[in-house]
């Protein structure tokens, strides 16, 4: 007789994800070393072979895209250059209108990247395999909502090198398209990724439109080309560009007029230069970080980005007021799980990332109060349910060694909240998460079903590290309102992708 301890045992597969349960057949394909999944500081050029992979990605039907992939994975077909191909196909051929939605295609694929970093060697395949999966099923939807596919460049309207940011600026500034995708093209062509991240991220971070995945994308667009490479820049940031650009069916250009999604930035665009000098620097006072929580939870944007102007004049670090941002992202995923929740998480990773890659002084101002100010959005009116992150109380796990991890996930069917006390109950007895995060990327990989539980665990997985000691467990223990649970049934993609080996 099976009894629970058991079963327990059996669902959780170990912190390594050695074996990998029914996923041990990846190991027919050739395995892939962390160096070569990881950024190449010298941009080397991918095989010239690219570009076809791309058309194969976008004519293979979907029932049949995974064997033809398989076949030239078997063949030697490199990660970066699927990679590419991935993130390109995308690009090309899924309207990037309304960001979000069928576009998650690309806006997942540096998520599914980091879940394959963390993995195995040999089991750095399947987030890819997954997202070709996903990849198709965005451009069956594209095409069904009119089959957009990206257009060549006006090379008449191309700036030149000289005048190429300035023409941006003002095509950005003015919400002018046709002028923004030749600006882009030519500033592609004549500047370096850093200095255009330091302009993209402004903008992506302007308006509340498409609830944060603007700068979402800015963030995952930018991190792929560090792995894949610059030369395939031009088509990838046209595609953002446009993006940027989203009105969301607003008919009034946003530049004449003065619409709620646009209000914070403005209002930020006048405070930005109050922040003291030498910000950057300061305490780490878990009191400032409570103080910047409270604004978070029932202030309007105005008040919480005015707090993170008063907090930094009195000597706080910006690392503390980035602990009150995550933890109040962590804390609306409690108190209202969802979508609209999820995605002050992401967004919130994706300022983070910035607010470090930036070196435009106002810039980053900007971010930490854009941040700041769009928590209250996505928490909509305060609410005053469900328990606050920082009153989460531990609750021990019936079992012990790695059956108390099994259990955690296992509870996530039944009770989150369970699960989340005791998850922090769990965390707090380690100074190392890398089992929990397993478990939850091996549960992701075999029961997640939308390009969110990828987006989702990537973003907090990560962003735990970046907390102070106190807050980083409550933060984690959080996440498991919207991680998978070991209960919850497989997502059939392991039978597909063992079919399509011919395992």
């Known amino acids: 007789m099976t009894t629970r301890r058991a079963l327990l045992r059996s669902s959780l597969l170990g912190g390594s994800m050695a074996g990998f349960g029914s996923l041990d057949f990846l190991s027919r394909l050739q395995p892939v070393s962390a160096e070569e999944a990881a950024p190449d500081p010298r941009g080397v050029r991918l095989e010239r072979e ?140 004549s500047a370096g990724a850093h200095e255009i991240f330091d302009l993209l991220c402004r903008y992506g971070a302007r308006d509340f439109r498409d609830i944060g995945h603007k700068e979402i994308y800015v963030a995952n667009s930018f991190r792929t080309l560090e792995v894949i490479g610059w030369h395939h820049a031009e088509p990838v940031l046209r595609s953002l560009v446009y993006a940027l650009l989203d009105r969301s069916g607003a008919t009034e250009n946003p530049a004449d007029a003065d619409l709620p999604a646009d209000r914070p930035f403005r209002a930020n665009l006048g405070r930005w230069a109050a922040i003291r000098p030498g910000w950057t620097t300061g305490t780490r006072d878990p009191g400032a970080t409570s103080a910047l929580l409270d604004a978070l939870r029932g202030g309007a944007p105005d008040d919480a980005s005015a707090a993170v102007v008063d907090l930094l004049g009195r000597g706080i670090s910006p690392a503390a007021l980035f602990d009150a941002l995550f933890a109040a992202s962590g804390e609306l995923m409690m108190r209202d799980p969802g979508i609209v929740s999820l995605h002050a998480s992401t967004f919130t990773n994706a300022v983070h990332y910035a607010w470090h890659r930036c070196g435009d002084d106002a810039t980053r101002r900007l971010l930490l109060l854009q941040n700041a100010a769009f928590l209250p959005l996505f928490r909509g009116a305060p609410k005053a349910a469900g328990t606050a992150i920082d009153a989460l109380e531990p609750l021990a796990p019936a079992a012990t060694g790695p059956e108390a991890l099994g259990e955690i996930f296992h509870d996530i069917g039944t009770s989150r909240e369970t699960a989340a006390r005791k998850a922090l109950a769990w965390l707090q007895g380690r100074s190392d998460p890398q089992a929990f995060a397993a478990e939850a990327r091996r549960l992701v990989f075999l029961k997640g079903t939308n390009s969110h539980d990828y987006k989702f665990s990537s973003a907090v997985l990560e962003d735990y590290h970046a907390l102070a000691p106190g807050w980083r467990d409550r933060f984690l223990a959080a996440s498991v309102h919207y991680l998978r649970g070991s209960s919850e049934p497989d997502n059939g993609l392991a039978t597909r992708i063992r079919t399509a080996l011919g395992a």
């Open 50 to 189: 690219v570009e076809p992979l791309v058309r194969l990605l976008e004519d293979t039907p979907r029932d049949r895209v995974l064997e033809e992939v398989a076949a030239r994975l078997k063949r030697g077909l490199s990660y970066r250059e699927l990679l590419a191909a991935l993130l390109l196909a995308g690009v090309r051929s899924i309207q990037p209108r309304p960001v979000g939605f069928k576009f998650h295609a690309v806006l997942v694929v540096h998520s599914a990247h980091l879940a394959s970093l963390a993995a195995a060697d040999t089991d750095r395949w399947l987030p890819l395999f997954w997202a070709i999966d996903q990849f198709k099923s965005s451009q069956t939807a594209d095409v069904r909502e009119g089959d957009w596919t990206m257009g060549p460049v006006d090379e008449k309207a191309v700036p030149p090198p000289e005048k190429a940011r300035a023409a941006l600026i003002e095509a950005l500034d003015r919400w002018d398209e046709p002028a923004a995708d030749a600006a882009i093209a030519g500033l592609v062509r």
